[in-house]
């Protein structure tokens, strides 16, 4: 048989799925035994040299030998020490839905080549409309991460803040503590940096919503346009959420767009107990929310909603005659009119799935969880005199480090290399005010505090140790 005959297979496909399948469901077990490693470390150079001795010996392997040797070679998120960057531990059922997409592969720009996902799409961001509080001109699409939803976003801010009139470089987004994609975003548009309008933030580092009459007459006193004013809900490095109430209602009174970067912490919209963090979000003119965040789902997916749903046709008007045969009309079947992807996954079915089989009590139960925790964490931090907080939590985030006497930089930036090197833990760190802090993401839905208690003590034991 030829090569790409074998390789098609059923049967090959079926042998070799069952296989991994049960590799990936004992690798779920061991996940369970906390005294299994989070991460093995190794250092770039030698992980280097293991896969291109590896990529030498094509051909002599099975698949479920490689899929081994990756599986022992990676960071293990299902560990309930893991505790590092805002990444999903996916719920497993999302990881077969995951499979699927990628089997079927239906590219999703055009309606033909993905009827379902397309459909799907707009059921999911229907419902998500709803929830926020969004009237029935709202509409949404799903794209490739929180970083490309941000950008897609500010686009469409950007044609409808300012129709027919050419801005260039005169732009300004106004912001405060933002997800450093947003000065990405600023970069491909083609604004100076400077023209990020950084507000300062209070104690909480949330903005300053007072400042905001302020900053808004300098803008305009230099003859600046304004794209928009994004506030975050939560920002990425303290978890905290800015006032979007106060942002909104600003915005509405000088006829600003209102961009809400909700890419981690908006599924609080699914919590009685927590959504109040987020009031106001009904007054965005747009919004971002990862699923692969909160939402427990693979990478990549992100929902980019917009109080007013033709708006979203507004970031990448163009016209491509092999695709559609009616360039302006806007028709929500055909997804590459609106994204800035041409092939896009079908990434809407993780979440549709955990939807249909759970409801949306799955995401309330998991955020009461995670942001539960992190309250039961910072307590357990505040009763020990050898630690600090940057700030009471108010997401599934939390910044603090240990109080050493002298080097509190350099030391709290040894411990953490320490922590990752050893592999039973993992977490970051954050610059806050030029200094350091261990950050926490609790991510994990299974942990418990008792894995908060055994990574205090061995930070203890390791500040304590020379
Ligand atoms: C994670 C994050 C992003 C970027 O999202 P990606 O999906 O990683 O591209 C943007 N904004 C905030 C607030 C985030 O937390």
Known sequence: MMNVEAA?????????????????????????????????????????????????????????????????RSIHLHNRNYMGHQTAVPIPVTALTHLVAGMLNNGMGVYEMGMAGNAMEK??????????????????????GGSLGNLTALLAAKAASHPGVEIGSCAVI?????????????????LPDENIFELPVNGMH??????????????????????????????????????????????KRKNLWFHVDGAHGLPVMFS????????????????????????????????????????????????ADYLWLDQD?????????????????????????????????IF??????????????AQLINADESFELVCEPESNIVCFRYKFPESINEKNMLLKQ?????????LVQTTIGGQLFLRVSIMNPSSLIENFKALLARIREFATQD
Request: aromatic share 12%; proline share 2%.
């Open 364 to 377: 309330r139960e998991s955020v009461e969880k995670v942001y539960g925790l992190a309250r039961e964490f």
């Open 418 to 426: 320490k922590l990752v090197e050893e592999g039973k833990f993992y």
């Open 8 to 72: 098609y297979s059923a049967e090959n496909f079926r042998k070799s799925g069952h296989e991994i399948i049960d590799m990936l469901a004992d690798h779920l077990h061991l996940c369970g035994d906390v005294s299994s490693p989070t991460l093995c470390y190794t250092d770039p150079g030698e992980q280097f040299r293991f896969w291109e001795t590896e990529f030498s010996r094509a051909g002599d392997q099975q698949p479920a030998e490689l899929i081994r040797k990756v599986i022992d």
């Open 206 to 251: 949330k903005m300053q919503t007072d400042e905001l009459p302020v900053y808004y007459d300098k803008v305009i006193e230099k003859g600046l346009h304004i794209i928009c004013v994004a506030a975050s809900a939560c920002s990425t490095a303290t978890g905290t959420y800015d006032d979007l109430k106060a942002v909104g209602e600003f915005c």
């Open 123 to 144: 059921v999911v961001t229907n419902y998500l409309a709803k929830k926020i509080g969004f009237g029935t001109a709202a509409g949404g699409f799903i794209t490739s």
């Open 329 to 361: 009309s806007e028709e929500w079947y055909n997804s590459g009119k609106r994204t800035f992807e041409c092939t896009k996954t079908m990434g809407v079915l993780n979440v549709y799935m955990l939807f249909k089989l759970y409801s949306e009590e």
């Open 272 to 319: 009685p107990v927590y959504r109040h963090l987020i009031e106001g979000v009904e007054l965005a003119d747009s919004l971002i929310m990862d699923f692969h965040k909160l939402m427990m789902v693979p990478s990549l997916s992100t929902a980019v909603m917009f109080k007013n749903g033709s708006d979203a046709y507004g970031s990448f008007s163009q016209h």
């Open 174 to 190: 106004i912001c405060s503590s933002a997800h450093y994609s947003l000065r990405k975003c600023a970069l491909v548009m083609g």
